[in-house]
């Protein structure tokens, strides 16, 4: 009988053990301290396991650190198990909802009768320390479903009965430490002591399982990091976030407005936020026309069965806002601008020779997003999305797509996105059911758009099951000042819609064929690409965007006359700008700019006045001395025009 297993590291070295072999066993035998202070779980053919897991069959062996993204994962997560460990030793009526790692930290949903208030975070801190102290492991026992019922039953754990229920699978395994047990798959770090800086942070409302039905309960966010510095780097970005935040600068910079009377996730855009708007919206519309798009413009409703035909409904029913009834038929608030767009191209027959057609559209849609999911800007119920779809023949496909990859670039870049990464999303070759059209359109447009990808150069991450239903795509995922990372741009290829809307062109040889659809978003939506323009600025934008450009600064009533003057000749020269008419100090009205963030001011007083000049500050700068009109309006249409980030 073979009792030995053999083991392949990640650089080919392969060795035997003793079946049964666990990895941290491994790693003693190795001999590597700094791998053993720093290992957190590991990697055995590719399953993601505990590092006392015993393997009892050849396995390739990774050892994974909490330098890597997907040991800080597990590292938080098992944070978010000592977290809930202390509130339950605290309040022993909490029940527990779910407690995931998140993309930056984590957070536990509980069900407790006390109000979680700062001073309760505090203690809910100073247990959490204490179990870590005791440096208790983390051990891990699997169970039929059935005796999984009977531990939560014993703990009465509603929540984790109601998740017991629906699971699909007939084992679950639970975690442990001392005299707490969760239901969980793990994997987990080898014992509480390995937590060493930690903070909770906030303290929201979360719907059980994210259905406004259901009770709220208190959810609980944190974070934790094995080094004290990078857990006060955290906390510092953390700080300048909320001094960033689009929210409260939206509303000091008067940008845009939601109010209850008009209703959740439905943004007002004011002047100021409307301007930026425009900007944006002037600037790829200009890119848009030197490439050859075509603007269209669609209604913000549509029948029902236009939605229908093209899976939108019912595939996203959830996430849509109910049918409306009119004169017999119903219509639905448009969730989507391409079921439109195909009627478009649809409107006439079309030659080999009209192709590429590119359609655009800053179309608003819809969507039924839960109360508790609204979050200023970045997530709304009405949002506009700067749309474009590419009808092309197969032999267009790859130069079409490389043109749309490269536009997109060029946004970023005109933006100062300079760091940013791609991913691919392929459809799951295992769940083929939820999206449409043979494996052969599949398998090609996932080959078209790699094709893409590779001849430009692109590093990309390629991911399974996040696809589009009808299609692959490439996102476009930017990191801003503070390194947070946000998706953006996204490109998607589709040979599906164009069968479901029998989409036909006359070919060379005058048969009928069907062209492919490519969907593309620079900004993705408006909304949330002004969110975070706004956080990634600080909301101090480039003069091209700013709303006001310049404000001019009389130091006395004196001297408005010649302001208005210099006023009306930058309005002519098509430079946004204000003149602060108050009846105060010069210092404060600098300041008051200042605040605002205006990227120009322009002084005005006895000397300027008798020089035919103006002294000039620019925001966070000071003072650049006196110039001219002139010379101020050459500098400045310099900036615009050449959409400088100065």
Not at 581 to 606: C, D, F, H, S, T
Request: glycine share 6%; with cysteine; charged share 30%.
């Amino acid at each position: 009988m073979n009792n030995k297993v053999q083991i392949t590291f990640p650089d080919g070295t392969v060795k035997k053990y003793g079946q049964g072999i666990c990895p941290r066993e491994i790693i003693d035998d190795i001999g590597s301290r700094a791998l053993s202070e720093k290992a957190v779980i590991a990697k055995v053919n590719s399953d993601s396991v505990d590092l006392n897991h015993h393997i009892m069959h050849d396995a390739d062996l990774q050892i994974i650190t909490y330098d890597a993204p997907e040991g800080l994962h597990s590292y938080w997560h098992s944070t978010s198990h000592i977290m809930a460990h202390a509130v339950k030793a605290l309040f022993s009526e909490a029940q527990f909802g779910v407690g995931p790692a998140i993309e930056s930290g984590f957070y536990y949903d509980i069900d407790i009768d006390s109000r979680i208030t700062p001073e309760i975070l505090e203690q809910i801190e100073k247990k959490m320390q204490e179990i870590i102290d005791a440096d208790r492991p983390f051990v891990r026992r699997e169970y039929s479903r059935s005796q999984a019922v009977d531990v939560f039953t014993k703990e009465h754990d509603k929540y984790k009965l109601e998740l017991l229920q629906d699971m699909q699978d007939e084992v679950a395994s639970t975690y442990s430490e001392g005299d707490f047990v969760d239901l969980c798959r793990g994997p987990h770090i080898p014992s509480t002591g390995k937590i060493k800086n930690f903070k909770l942070l906030s303290i929201a409302g979360a719907y059980w399982r994210g259905n406004e039905k259901n009770k709220m309960l208190q959810r609980i966010y944190g974070i934790s990091f094995p080094k004290k510095k990078q857990l006060e780097d955290y906390l510092n970005v953390l700080e300048e976030a909320k001094k960033r935040d689009h929210r409260k600068l939206g509303k000091e910079l008067e940008l845009f407005l939601m109010t209850p009377k008009v209703g959740g996730g439905l943004p007002l855009w004011l002047p100021k936020g409307t301007i930026v708007r425009e900007e944006l919206e002037a600037f790829l519309k200009e890119e848009q026309r030197k490439r050859g798009y075509l603007p269209v413009v669609t209604p913000h409703i549509g029948s029902l069965e236009l939605y229908k035909t093209s899976g939108h409904y019912p595939y996203y029913k959830d996430s849509q806002f109910e049918p409306i009834k009119a004169d017999e038929q119903e219509y639905l608030l448009k969730p989507m601008n391409c079921p439109h767009h195909f009627q478009i191209y649809a409107s006439k027959p079309r030659s080999y020779r009209e192709l590429p057609v590119r359609l655009a559209e800053f179309g608003t849609v819809y969507r039924y997003e839960q109360s508790g999911e609204l979050n200023g800007l970045t997530r709304v119920r009405s949002f506009t999305v700067d749309d474009s779809h590419m009808f092309v023949r197969p032999d267009q496909l790859k130069a079409e797509l490389c043109e749309v990859i490269e536009l997109i670039k060029l946004v970023f870049e005109t933006l100062g996105f300079k760091d940013f990464k791609t991913q691919m999303s392929f459809r799951d070759p295992a769940n083929k059911e939820k999206y449409g059209g043979s494996d052969e359109q599949w398998q090609l447009a996932q080959s078209d758009i790699q094709e893409a990808a590779d001849s430009l150069g692109l590093n990309y991450d390629i991911v399974e099951g996040e696809a589009a239903f009808y299609g692959p795509k490439l996102d476009f995922m930017i990191r801003d000042v503070l390194g947070r990372e946000w998706q953006l741009g996204t490109v998607q290829v589709d040979y599906v819609m164009p069968e479901r809307f029998a989409l036909e062109y006359i070919g060379s040889d005058d048969q009928k064929h069907r062209p492919v659809v490519i969907h593309r978003a620079p900004f993705g939506s408006i909304e949330r690409f002004v969110a975070i323009l706004i956080e990634h600025f600080a909301g101090a934008f480039p003069v091209w965007l700013a709303p006001v450009q310049v404000t001019i600064l009389p130091i006395s009533d004196e001297y408005l006359s010649y302001a208005n003057k210099i006023n009306e000749r930058l309005r002519t020269a098509r430079v946004r700008v204000e003149v602060d008419e108050r009846n105060e100090k010069i210092g404060y009205k600098i300041r008051g700019a200042e605040n605002q963030k205006v990227p120009y001011m322009l002084i005005v007083g006895k000397k300027e006045v008798e020089s035919g000049k103006v002294s000039v500050r620019k925001h966070r700068k000071g003072d650049l001395g006196q110039s001219t009109v002139d010379d101020f309006l050459k500098t400045i249409a310099e900036e615009i025009e050449t959409k400088s980030l100065n």
